[in-house]
């Protein structure tokens, strides 16, 4: 079965700085990897998705991920933080039995 | 276009009882997908329903079953509830399209629910 990893269960940064969130899978098979995000008290929200063909996504919130075989990563980055971007951040990979399977998650917190 | 809505919100239960949960689906979606979320954690598949029939299931045992009716809303009973089945429990819909893969999952805000 597939499943991803998320390095870091906390991150910190400025507002303004680059916001990198990183996610590693394990897959046999060419991996469908998603980014979801969750504030507080709320359900998860899809940033993006990579399925096939460009390996740089592009999603909602100024937020992409880069697809990288050889590394087997998909790690998610936004070139400046927010305030509002502060949130749980997961990452999913579908799995045979139309299931997605998340990693731990990683808060991300933004500092003034 | 109305979202995937879920309720209730908040349910307190004790140890031994049993629970349903509710989940709407977004207009024009077939397939409803329930989850787990325990406190700290990502969320774990528990079911997968398509057009009224169970169509995946994760590692859950069967005392936690779903329905789907055929306005693609959807239920999820726990049975004989355990302290361990306190959690965040996430419906999602999706357009259940050919294989599935590419499918987006539009997901609710979730029910807490808490066992005592």
């Known amino acids: 079965a597939q499943s991803v990893t998320q390095l870091g269960s906390h991150v910190s940064v400025s507002e303004g700085a680059l916001v990198l969130l990183r996610c590693n899978y394990s897959s046999s098979v060419p991996p469908y990897l998603f980014w979801y995000v969750q504030y507080p008290n709320q359900g998860l929200q899809l940033l993006l998705k990579?399925?096939?063909?460009?390996?740089l996504v592009k999603g909602i919130n100024g937020f992409e991920a880069e697809f990288k075989k050889s590394e087997t990563s998909f790690h998610l980055t936004k070139p400046s933080a927010h305030m509002s971007d502060a949130a749980e951040y997961f990452c999913a990979v579908y799995n045979a039995g139309n299931m997605l399977t998340f990693g731990g998650g990683t808060r991300l917190m933004v500092k003034p | 276009e109305t979202g995937v809505t879920q309720s209730p919100t908040h349910l307190i239960k004790t140890r031994g009882q049993q629970v349903t949960l509710r989940c709407s689906s977004q207009?024009?979606?077939?397939?409803v997908s329930w989850y787990q979320q325990a406190l700290g954690q990502g969320p774990q598949f528990i079911f997968q329903?398509?057009?009224?029939?169970?169509?995946g299931r994760g590692n859950f045992p069967p005392r936690f079953s779903g329905l789907q009716f055929p306005n693609y809303s959807s239920e999820l009973n726990v049975n004989a509830l355990e302290l361990d089945d306190s959690a965040l429990y996430l419906c999602a819909s999706s357009l259940g399209l050919a294989g599935g893969r590419t499918d987006t999952q539009y997901f609710g805000p979730g029910t807490r629910l808490t066992v005592l």
């Open positions: 207009s024009g979606h077939n397939t």
């Open positions: 329903y398509y057009r009224e029939e169970e169509n």
């Open positions: 990579y399925t096939t063909g460009a390996t």
